[in-house]
């Protein structure tokens, strides 16, 4: 469920809060769960519509707000850690509605039926928005290769 929330918030500390959310709600909602689908699919559904409204309310309170400006990042790492971050960063990079369908979609593996009717939009506008966001995210990730990691031969 983190994970889910992590990657619709875009930011860990944002993640925690959802996902604490989500638990309440979901210990709220629990009387009305009828067993109709697996209590995981119920509790992963609650996950993406808390985190999707939360998502919405910030926004709304950024538009009042003045941005704080960037923090640098952390020089880069090798492997698999940097090409997690590198797409982390592309991700976040996104536009939200772009980063939002490119999750449900891909990630999460919703059709865009499910994603038109979370998003409140239709599913043509959930497959264009994907397929825009699979190409600035390619743009994005062009010429990046993870660094082999480098092996010293001792000769004996």
Known sequence: MYAVVRRIAGDDDLAHDYAQETWIRALRALPSFRGEARFSTWLHRIAVNTALQAV?????????????PDVVAVGPQ???VLLAQKLEEAMDKLPEGMRKVLILHDV??????????????????SKSQLFKARAKMRRMLRGFETQPKEVEAWSV
């Open 78 to 80: 090798v492997g698999d």
């Open 108 to 125: 999460e593996g919703y059709t865009h039926e499910e994603i038109g009717t979370a998003l409140g939009v239709t599913s043509g506008t």
């Open 56 to 68: 919405r309310k910030a926004k709304t309170r950024r538009m009042r707000e003045v941005p704080l």
